[in-house]
């Protein structure tokens, strides 16, 4: 069992910065693929990025590719996304996601764990 929670999100101006966080609980967090995922009222739950167990692979979706950068501490059982030059339309709730052995995955339904989100609001 792995328990996710994020921190990190809060409000901030269009252009600006915020840096989630993602800490797990117990010690299977090495042998997860972990993934941000956002979601917005109405909307399906949108991939963000996604990182390997180890951290040498990482893929982004196209809306935040050369924007977002997800990166992860095994030593902490943290993951974490520096988010620069945020859009008014990078506003939802993120939620990290954490998938026990296995590759990454943009697919939501695959992943085993979910944290409890946190908000990001951009303003214009």
């Known amino acids: 069992q792995v328990q996710l929670v994020e921190s990190g999100g809060g409000l901030v101006q269009a252009g600006g910065s915020l840096r989630l966080s993602c800490a797990a609980s117990?010690?299977?967090?090495?042998?997860?693929?972990m993934g941000w995922f956002r979601q917005t009222p109405g909307k399906e739950r949108e991939f963000v990025p996604a990182?390997?167990?180890?951290?040498?692979?990482?893929y982004y979706s196209d809306s935040v590719a050369g924007r977002f950068t997800i990166s992860r501490d095994n030593s902490k059982n943290t993951v974490y996304l520096q988010m620069n030059s945020l859009k008014p339309e990078d506003t939802a709730v993120y939620y990290c996601?954490?998938?026990?052995?296995?590759?990454?995955?943009?697919?939501?339904?695959?992943?085993?764990?979910w944290g409890q989100g946190t908000q990001v609001t951009v303003s214009s």
């Open positions: 996601a954490a998938k026990l052995w296995a590759a990454t995955t943009d697919e939501p339904n695959k992943y085993d764990y």
């Open positions: 117990g010690d299977t967090f090495s042998r997860c693929a």
């Open positions: 990182i390997s167990r180890s951290g040498d692979s990482t």
